[in-house]
């Protein structure tokens, strides 16, 4: 008995133990080769890696991009028309997503561009979208950029209320330092 209590001691200190010589995975490796799959025609492959990022909470840059990657893939992917609402679906929703201020140029630029893309893509086919839903996408897209300059305006605004307020708030905050300087000096003297 006690030959097999040291033997599977001995096993169980041989054994690697949980999370050791298992490599942790890299999301910006992955996504990486994400990107690398996308460029090289792999749409399926880099959907399903960019789906897995997009879902990472942890790194929500990464996530927001992984995002923008698997739109473009699913609009890629995209061959009937169900495909590409569901491609342009998720556009709008990383369009929803992204802030005002990105560190380099804005991809949102081609937006209102997709719709057209889908409809000019192919001469012989007819077109993925019809005249109407083309307008239709088109005006969503202006109304977003619409609401998003509104929003940036009403920002600003408010910093530059709070910027008075805070002007405000210190000036009479000097004043009452003040009368209460002026009211000590008045008890002194009286």
């Not at 990022?53 to 840059?61: F, Y």
């Not at 169900?82 to 929703?93: F, I």
């Not at 893309?117 to 993925?128: E, G, H, K, V, Y």
Request: aromatic share 6%.
């Amino acid at each position: 008995m006690l030959i097999l209590v040291l033997g599977l001691a001995g096993c169980s200190f041989f054994a690697p133990r949980p999370g050791e010589g298992q490599q942790q995975p890299d999301p910006q490796a992955d996504y990486v080769l994400a990107v690398d799959s996308y460029l090289a025609g792999q749409y399926e492959k880099a959907a399903s890696i960019f789906q897995r990022l997009a879902g990472d909470v942890t790194a929500p840059v990464l996530a927001r991009k992984a995002y923008f990657g698997l739109a473009c893939a699913r609009l890629a992917m995209a061959k009937t028309p169900e495909d590409l609402h569901a491609g342009l679906s998720l556009w709008n929703t990383w369009v929803q997503m992204t802030p005002e201020s990105l560190p380099s140029e804005d991809p949102r630029l081609i937006t209102p561009l997709l719709p057209r893309l889908a409809a000019s893509s192919s001469q012989s086919s007819p077109p993925l979208l019809s005249g109407v839903e083309i307008d239709r996408e088109l005006a969503r897209s202006q109304r977003l950029a619409g609401c998003q300059e509104e929003s940036g305006k009403t920002k600003d605004l408010l910093r530059r209320k709070t910027a008075e307020a805070e002007a405000l708030r210190s000036q009479l905050n000097a004043l009452e330092r003040l009368h209460q300087e002026i009211s000590h000096k008045k008890k002194g003297l009286e």
